[in-house]
């Protein structure tokens, strides 16, 4: 089972601030996500990479396959951006099969 | 078109009762997934359907859990002899196919209360 690691679990920051966001995992994969929890619980799928790095508004995220780890970065962070991030993987690293979780990110942005 | 739905939204029931939770994917989607969350916890994946059948069934936490799939599209998810422990948000996900360079649509979750 591919095991996730996130950091850091809470971050709290200022309106404007750039974040950055860290995920690493253990076993090789060939996709990973990055999702989008809201306070009420709904979840959104932000990112789907297998390498480089993908934008998307202020949202980029980035991806070095070689060393197991992705990060998540926001730019001019806003208050809607207070949510819970979380970076998945495949469950046994590759193949058709559901997703494994890091603990996810808790992110508040004050005004 | 319409999202990945679940029902109920919520679930009240006593220790040792069963449980069928349901969820619909979104049409044209072969792959569904169920995931649970413990409050102030992960996501744990439990189960992945390909079609109707289940190639993985490794993340169901005891034998007391089961799911079906029927006609490509509804999954039902049962708890018998529900725990305390039982107690979470199980949410399900579907993708147009199963694989990682899929990307997955979330249900709202059912929120599961055991006595």
């Known amino acids: 089972k591919n095991e996730v690691e996130q950091s850091p679990q809470n971050l709290t920051a200022q309106e404007g601030e750039f974040i950055t966001i860290n995920c690493s995992y253990s076993?090789?994969?060939?996709?990973l996500h990055w999702l989008q929890q809201h306070p009420g619980g709904g979840i959104v799928s932000l990112f789907m990479?297998?390498?480089g790095k993908k934008k998307h508004g202020r949202l980029i995220a980035t991806i070095n396959i070689q060393e197991k780890h992705s990060s998540l970065h926001i730019t001019a962070s806003h208050p809607r951006d207070s949510a819970v991030y979380i970076c998945a993987v495949p469950y046994s690293g590759g193949g058709a099969d559901g997703l494994t979780f890091g603990k996810g990110t808790h992110l508040i942005i004050q005004p | 078109g319409a999202g990945v739905s679940q029902s109920p939204s919520n679930k009240v029931t006593e220790k040792g009762k069963d449980v069928e939770l349901r969820c619909d994917p979104i049409?044209?989607?072969?792959?569904l997934y169920w995931y649970r969350q413990r409050l102030g916890q992960g996501l744990e994946f439990l189960i992945y359907f390909q079609g109707n059948s289940a190639p993985d069934k490794s993340g169901l936490p005891s034998d007391r859990f089961s799911a079906e799939r029927t006609g490509e599209s509804v999954s039902t998810l049962t708890i018998q002899r529900t725990q305390q422990e039982d107690s979470a948000v199980y949410l399900c996900?579907?993708?147009?196919?199963?694989?990682?360079?899929?990307?997955?649509?979330f249900g709202p979750g059912t929120r599961l209360t055991v006595l």
């Open positions: 049409s044209g989607h072969t792959a």
């Open positions: 076993v090789g994969i060939s996709a």
């Open positions: 990479l297998s390498s």
């Open positions: 996900a579907s993708s147009l196919t199963g694989g990682p360079g899929y990307e997955q649509f």
